[in-house]
């Protein structure tokens, strides 16, 4: 398994995903988030077929955290099944990578 990954979470709008972004960054639980507003996600919800405009949170963190992460996530989320995936990092640029290791390091407890 990899040392760091690539998360996925889709939030119902732009001011619940920087929440959601904020506090993941405060905890050092990840080093970078990129939020990509105004995404068409269309999905089966009970029986229906759901067209929806979300946000998109691009989480890059180390492995270790997704405990944390989706404990938190599953907080603060309003969806009663929040959307979240994880994608190992194969590999990237080495001083990216050492840059997410060093961020979600630092210990705020």
Known sequence: MSDHQ?????CPDLH????IAKALLEKHLAACINIVPQIQSMYEW???????????LIIKT????YKSIENLLVQLHPYEVPE????SIDTGLPSYINW?????EKDTE
């Not at 690539?6 to 889709?10: A, E, K, M, P, S």
């Not at 979240?84 to 994608?87: D, M, T």
């Open 6 to 10: 690539v998360l996925f979470n889709t």
């Open 84 to 87: 979240l995936i994880a994608l």
């Open 62 to 65: 180390q492995a270790k955290h």
């Open 46 to 56: 009970k029986g229906k077929i759901i067209n929806d405009t979300e946000v998109l």
């Open 16 to 19: 619940i995903a920087q929440d």
């Open 100 to 104: 997410i290791q060093s961020v979600t």
